[in-house]
């Protein structure tokens, strides 16, 4: 049996001792780790968005504000949550950080408790939006597979219309709609009409 791979945290942080220590705690419960000293570092050799993963991130370093590296990140194509580690919080940095998106803000010293109830928050996110991500592009390749007038009856069908009236949009016979139909439900893997439905409104062809 394939064991699953350990999830990564990347840690950004100047105080290298604090590091030190986050990693060795952070290894020894079975994560895989890498650290940086400023934002640079991560920016230039961004965290790959195909495992699960979160960022954890002080709010002053270097070279780049928290707040900034985060947005940074995100403008970068990177997806992976953000959790906020840090001795300088305050209320205004902590809403600013929430409203952009980041998992959690949390105040140095963290307990290890508090510190792995949100890592598990950021990485059950993690593995919901890359989940969300292959479903889209699963659904993206069924569609592709469907022939133009297939398309149609998709089209017409996730509508909510009946195979006559579709069959008097389209010009042509009711037997060759329900052909049509059949082959549009066995290669979108949809059980149900209703199943269709909500897949085309996922695809963005109905609202």
């Known amino acids: 049996m394939k064991r699953a791979m350990p999830a990564s945290i990347y840690l950004i942080d100047d105080d290298i001792s604090f590091r030190n220590a986050m990693i060795l705690l952070l290894e020894s419960s079975g994560f895989r780790t890498k650290s940086y000293g400023t934002g640079a570092e991560i920016l230039n050799q961004l965290p790959d968005n195909k495992t699960d993963g979160c960022i954890l991130l002080d709010v002053e370093i270097p070279d780049i504000s928290g707040p900034d590296l985060q947005l940074r990140l995100k403008e970068a194509g990177s997806r992976l ?3 906020f580690l840090t001795g300088h919080g305050d209320i205004p940095t902590s809403v600013r950080t929430i409203k952009a998106g980041a998992e959690d803000f949390l105040t ?3 307990s290890k408790a508090a510190l792995f109830d949100a890592i598990d928050r950021a990485l059950a996110r993690c593995r919901a939006a890359r989940h969300h991500d292959d479903s889209a592009v699963s ?3 069924k569609l592709s597979s469907l022939t ?3 398309r149609e009856v998709f089209a017409h069908v996730a509508s909510g219309r009946m ?3 579709i069959a008097y949009a389209l010009g042509t ?3 060759t709609v329900k052909a049509h139909r059949k082959n549009v ?3 979108m893997a949809a059980r149900s009409i209703a199943e269709l439905v909500l897949t085309a409104e996922q695809l ?3 609202s």
């Open 81 to 83: 949550p953000v959790i």
């Open 108 to 110: 140095k010293p963290v």
């Open 139 to 141: 659904r993206a390749v």
């Open 148 to 150: 133009p007038r297939e």
């Open 163 to 165: 195979n006559k009236q």
């Open 173 to 175: 016979t009711i037997r």
């Open 185 to 187: 439900m066995d290669k």
């Open 204 to 206: 963005g062809l109905i």
